[in-house]
């Protein structure tokens, strides 16, 4: 069974940074494309970053330029840079495969809660 776990939210204010981390677990997390996912309050789940298998990004037009997705395949672990932060970033966050698009691969995680105070 799949498990993915969140961490690294929290509350900061407008500029600032955060690091989130996905530890997966329960599959071939190498061969995987893995993506991040936000919910603001009263919104739907929006795909924010994507990484493939090899390392290839894309993001949403409303990330470009501040944050950042990697992966470390010996860790089992995705990764989300993000840096001047706004309000509207404000959601929880949550990390899932990409094939399936919104609906996610796999069963979500308790996400993170990223809120950011202008």
């Known amino acids: 069974q799949v498990q993915l776990v969140e961490s690294g939210g929290g509350l900061v204010q407008a500029g600032g940074s955060l690091r989130l981390s996905c530890a997966v677990s329960?599959?071939?997390?190498?061969?995987?494309?893995m993506g991040w996912y936000r919910q603001a309050p009263g919104k739907q789940r929006d795909l924010v970053a994507r990484i493939t298998s090899s390392g290839a990004t894309n993001y949403a037009d409303s990330v470009k330029g501040r944050f950042t997705i990697s992966r470390d395949n010996a860790k089992n672990t995705v990764y989300l840079q993000i840096n001047s932060l706004k309000p509207e970033d404000t959601a929880v966050y949550y990390c899932?495969?990409?094939?399936?698009?919104?609906?996610?691969?796999?069963?979500w995680g308790q996400g993170t809660q990223v809120t950011v105070s202008s």
């Open positions: 329960g599959m071939i997390f190498r061969a995987a494309p």
């Open positions: 899932n495969g990409v094939r399936l698009g919104l609906r996610g691969d796999y069963s």
